[in-house]
């Protein structure tokens, strides 16, 4: 099968993770996959590592016809049978792109952003031509159906993670980390619904002296990050790492994660915590609800003096929290891998 993915933004987040995860199953079971760019990005380099062929084509809005002209000869050329979008923009050109030809259209919705009132109509439109859309969370699915979305147009496969072996102890010598330290993390984009300030206000009234906070991500908020640990005077105790392609092994290096978003879809982190065995603590929304059913697999808090007290608990019940551990990593086993992930997309794109 030749399937081709196209992105307008070839960033570093949760949906460049999950196209790279797609990309290496769709690989390993002997289909071809083509890229189309919009632009370059961190994600490029991933996908050249792999030995994939990148196309780049400028989207300069949803209706540039020169882009559509372009994606039409590219599909042709690469004998492209499946395509495969994740953004708004992208969306509409590969499905005129495609009109009037037998090749498949997916489309995965990443984001569970509230879109305007055009935007809904042009997403309500998309869907007649549209295979299916691929929902990773039941907050996406329901959000698809509020927008108007028929729902055997939708296909629910949640996220799948995955985790290629590390050494804990390489990675603490590379943060200069002590080992007798206890360490906290949390990956994300550094933004405002990823929760940053609050846990930097919260990590700062810990009692503990021991204790690293770790931070890693990128954003527009890098610099406000900064001052916030300037100004509580965390410095020493807080080490930003930047971007990293393989986050997990700062989680699967803590004693605990911490993720204080906002607002998440399916959010990879936690997941990845989940089947790392780590003790998670996450802010009270309906997508940490629905990942750690409640309280089963974790910890939820709402609000800074909670966040302190669920932090505190946690560093010092240590037997409490494995018993959550031990049911979230089984779950997470079962549920939650790249390889399932992979598996059901496959088969999707070859029975839709």
Aim: some cysteine; overall charge positive; glycine content about 6%.
């Amino acid at each position: 099968m030749n399937i081709t993915h196209v992105i307008f933004y070839p960033g570093q987040g949760g949906a460049e993770q999950y196209i790279y995860l797609q990309t290496k199953h769709a690989l390993k079971n002997c289909h071809h996959v083509n890229f189309v760019l919009g632009n370059d990005g961190p994600l490029a380099a991933r996908i050249e590592e792999l030995g994939c062929p990148i196309d780049y084509v400028k989207m300069r809005s949803p209706f540039d016809l020169r882009a559509i002209l372009e994606l039409k000869k590219i599909f042709r050329e690469t004998n492209t049978e499946v395509v495969h979008t994740h953004f708004l923009r992208e969306n509409f050109l590969v499905i005129v792109a495609c009109l009037f030809s037998k090749k498949k259209v997916f489309s995965t919705v990443h984001r569970i952003e509230k879109k305007n009132f055009i935007q809904e109509k042009f997403n309500k439109g998309y869907s007649l031509f549209l295979n299916k859309f691929i929902a990773v969370s039941p907050l996406a699915k329901d959000l698809l159906l509020k927008e108007g979305i028929n729902e055997k147009k939708i296909e629910l496969i949640p996220n799948g993670v995955e985790i290629e072996p590390f050494s804990s102890e390489e990675v603490l010598k590379e943060l200069k980390i002590d080992k007798d330290r206890k360490v906290i993390s949390y990956v994300g984009r550094m933004t405002h619904e990823k929760g940053h300030d609050m846990l930097l206000k919260a990590f700062s009234r810990l009692k503990f002296n021991n204790v690293v906070l770790v931070l890693v991500g990128d954003g527009d908020l890098r610099k406000n990050i900064e001052n916030d640990i300037k100004k509580l005077k965390l410095e020493g105790r807080v080490i930003l790492t930047g971007n990293r392609d393989k986050g997990y092994e700062i989680i699967g290096s803590s004693d605990l994660y911490v993720q204080p978003s906002k607002l998440e879809n399916m959010p990879l982190s936690v997941e990845e915590a989940m089947l790392l065995g780590i003790p998670i603590v996450a802010s009270k929304i309906a997508a940490h609800e629905l990942l750690l059913e409640d309280e089963r697999y974790g910890t939820l808090f709402t609000g800074e003096d909670d966040l302190v007290e669920k932090i505190t608990f946690c560093l010092l019940n240590q037997k409490f929290v494995l018993e959550k551990v031990k049911k979230a990593k089984e779950y997470a086993e079962n549920n939650l891998t790249a390889e399932k992930m992979g598996q059901k997309t496959l088969r999707l794109y070859e029975t839709a």
